[in-house]
């Protein structure tokens, strides 16, 4: 998978508490990262109950057929912005 760093916004979901993060949004970031490399398509999994708040981090895993690579996620901000990055 991929090792660059990247950010995306992932504010709270519709109808959800205010106090999680839509990890959904992070997911599909990551995907779409991973997409933009030839020949790579990938699943992502991350927690679903991440609370939102600057500096918390949580890990997400991307899986290609029998190879998974985790992802280091960090939220920088209260409203849900995040960089990730390939560990």
Do not use: M, W
Not at 25 to 54: F, G, M, N, T, Y
Not at 71 to 87: D, H, K, L, M, W
């Amino acid at each position: 998978a991929s090792s660059a760093s990247t950010s995306t916004r992932a504010t709270t979901a519709a109808g959800a508490p205010k106090a999680y993060l839509n990890t959904r949004r992070v997911e599909l970031a990551i995907e779409q990262s991973v997409l933009a490399q030839p020949h790579i398509h990938v699943r992502v999994i991350c927690p679903k109950a991440v609370p939102q708040r600057k500096g918390h981090d949580f890990h997400c895993i991307a899986t290609e057929g029998r190879l998974q690579t985790p992802f280091a996620v960090v939220q920088r901000n209260n409203e849900g912005y995040v960089t990730y990055s390939a560990e």
